[in-house]
């Protein structure tokens, strides 16, 4: 027998929901005080997986480099910005003196890592802060890569040296509000016109969009009806790129809603590697590698998080 709980008068119900939304927030460091914002990030506790084992000393050095700066540049302030949903512009001159944007790109300023070493370091940002390595691989092994698979040899000497030193910052607009999983049938037009393309749609849920000096759009060309690629630029006419709020997850990535009215793009910044979709996808193919090294660092993460939990009284440790 389903026994109903009977119905609340309406304005009993009222007055206990306003009661609970005038409430301050609550003060976690005296409900939880196990769950205080991380300011001291544990030290790594142990090399679980015994990645150093297989690391060369270049490799082992940029690794330690940028663990350093996670621990002492982001983790003090990590809770802060998350719960402001904000970036901390400050950190990127840091992150870009790492020598890590670009990853495993020859030439044009990048650094030209191993690919374990570009991966192990995706792993130690994403040991601190899974928002800060979003940031990094939306901006590297996204946006840097298509430019360095898909870009003219100009492009390649134009926009990479700045964006390897975090001078600028990309992001990559594959997304639209009607196309994700589905992204091949995008719907943003590109039209060619004297001297260039003229772009027009939207595109929904990318990371770095609100602040990215350069933009890497794809578009679909309406004589050929195949998907290309374009460099925009932040300021460009009709370029819009609004913030999406209340995220409950990776708050300190910036995602935006793009909207492209009438946005011109020259020739020159047309990405001539980006033909189909199968270009796209040979960028993808290459980037998730990097990307399936977020998880891996996160689970560090969560293993010396839970590591500095002193065992209690019936609960056992995590050494037993
Ligand atoms: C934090 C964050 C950052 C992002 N950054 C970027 C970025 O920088 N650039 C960019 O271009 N995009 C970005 N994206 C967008 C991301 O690529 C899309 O969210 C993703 O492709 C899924 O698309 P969607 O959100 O429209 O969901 P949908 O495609 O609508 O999918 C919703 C659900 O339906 C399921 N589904 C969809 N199609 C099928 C099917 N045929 N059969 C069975 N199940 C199906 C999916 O698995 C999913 O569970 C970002 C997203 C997030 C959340």
Redesign the pocket.
């Given at each position: 027998m389903t026994v109903r709980a009977s119905p609340k008068p309406d304005n009993l119900e009222k007055e206990e929901r306003s009661s609970y939304f005038g409430l301050p927030g609550l003060d976690v460091s005296v409900g939880f005080p196990q769950a205080t914002p991380a300011s001291v990030f544990p030290p790594c506790t142990s090399d679980y997986y015994h990645f150093d084992d297989l690391l060369t000393p270049e490799e082992q050095a940029i690794r330690k480099r940028v663990k350093e700066c996670m621990e002492k540049e982001v983790a003090p302030i990590m809770a802060k910005y998350w719960e402001k949903a904000e970036f901390p512009f400050h950190v990127i001159p840091k992150l870009g003196a790492l020598g890590i944007a670009g990853g495993t790109i020859k030439g044009y300023g990048c650094p030209g890592l191993s690919i374990t070493g570009s991966a192990i370091s995706t792993a130690e940002v994403a040991r601190v802060d899974a928002s800060f390595s979003?940031f990094i691989l939306?901006h590297s092994s996204?946006a840097m890569l298509t430019i360095s698979l898909c870009g003219s040899e100009e492009q390649k000497q134009k926009y990479l040296p700045s964006l390897a030193k975090l001078d600028t910052v990309a992001?990559?607009?594959?997304?639209e509000?009607?196309?994700?999983?589905?992204?091949s049938a995008l719907k943003t037009s590109a039209t060619k016109v004297e001297g260039g393309w003229i772009l027009e749609g939207q595109?929904?849920?990318?990371?770095?969009?609100t602040f990215a000096d350069l933009l890497v759009i794809?578009a679909r060309n309406s004589s050929t009806n195949q998907i290309n690629g374009y460099i925009v630029k932040k300021n460009a006419p009709g370029l819009t790129a609004r913030k999406m709020e209340n995220?409950i997850?990776?708050r300190i990535?910036q995602?935006g809603d793009i909207i492209l009215k009438k946005v011109f793009v020259p020739d020159n910044d047309r990405l001539p590697g980006v033909n189909s979709f199968q270009d796209t996808n040979k960028v993808l193919a290459v980037s998730r590698v990097m990307v399936a090294w977020q998880p891996i660092g996160l689970s560090m993460g969560v293993y010396d998080i839970c590591h500095r939990w002193k065992p209690h009284e019936g609960f056992c440790s995590l050494d037993t």
């Open positions: 979003t939306v996204l992001c990559w607009a594959l997304t509000p009607d196309y994700g999983s589905d992204a595109k929904r849920w990318i990371g770095n969009s794809f995220k997850g990776l990535v995602n």
